[in-house]
């Protein structure tokens, strides 16, 4: 079925450091979702993307909609400790039986070292 | 508190058990779903029920069979637990929309189900 492919898988970094990773698809995406999941917990929303370019922001958080609508990518800055979790990439295809279905990359797991 | 719960938190039965797990959202959305997230952290969606009604059923065993009594809950019963369905269920809820900025799916906190 239908993959995202999520980079890297994971990631040691200092504390203070940027982070970048990404999500490609081989198919147009109307929709693309970040998510954060921290252990024993859900996924939880961080940056919700609907149109193709679009650059959105939350915090030291960055995601952008690529303009083939088959990628995004989600910079966090400054990385702090409470960054630590798994990071999750979903998209979303418009209507048909798709509708509200969402397919996930594999995940990029975050550490941060103080 | 405004949340999508869960129950149980963790579950550990012996294989070709019978089992549910519950959910229910009071976020007053429409739209609910059961996701299976493996050993590998990968997520799956399972089912989606859209004002109780079957929207999305991807390729899942006829074991798992998802039950909608309301808006507000869904659960899901499981025949004759395997090994392989080992995991974390993640339920979610979302509200339903024409627009593009429609509510985004919020999810539980998840069920650990462990077979032996």
């Known amino acids: 079925g239908q993959q995202l492919n999520q980079s890297p898988q994971s990631m040691f970094i200092q504390e203070g450091e940027d982070v970048s990773m990404n999500c490609t698809s081989s198919?147009?995406?109307?929709?693309w979702l970040w998510y954060k999941q921290d252990p024993g917990e859900g996924p939880v929303l961080l940056i919700a993307?609907?149109?193709?370019?679009e650059l959105t922001s939350n915090g030291r958080l960055t995601a952008q909609f690529g303009i083939t609508r088959k990628d995004s990518f989600l910079n966090i800055s400054a990385s702090i400790p409470s960054d630590v979790g798994i990071y999750f990439c979903?998209?979303?295809?418009?209507?048909?039986?798709?509708?509200?279905?969402?397919?996930f990359g594999q995940g990029t797991i975050l550490t941060v070292h103080p | 508190d405004t949340a999508v719960s869960q129950t149980p938190k963790y579950l550990v039965t012996q294989m070709g058990n019978d089992k549910s797990i519950k959910c229910e959202q009071n976020?007053?959305?429409?739209?609910m779903y059961w996701y299976k997230q493996d050993s590998k952290k990968f997520l799956k969606i399972m089912f989606s029920y859209n004002n109780k009604e079957l929207i999305i059923n991807e390729t899942v065993p006829n074991r798992f069979s998802p039950k909608s009594p309301d808006k507000a809950h869904l659960n899901l019963h499981i025949n004759s637990l395997e090994l392989g369905d080992s995991a974390v269920y993640f339920c979610a809820s979302s509200q339903s929309g024409l627009a593009a900025t429609y509510n985004e799916q919020f999810f539980g906190p998840g069920t650990r189900l462990t077979v032996l």
């Open positions: 993307l609907y149109k193709a370019g």
């Open positions: 198919s147009i995406f109307n929709t």
């Open positions: 979903a998209g979303r295809k418009a209507g048909g039986t798709s509708y509200g279905k969402l397919t």
């Open positions: 976020l007053g959305h429409d739209t």
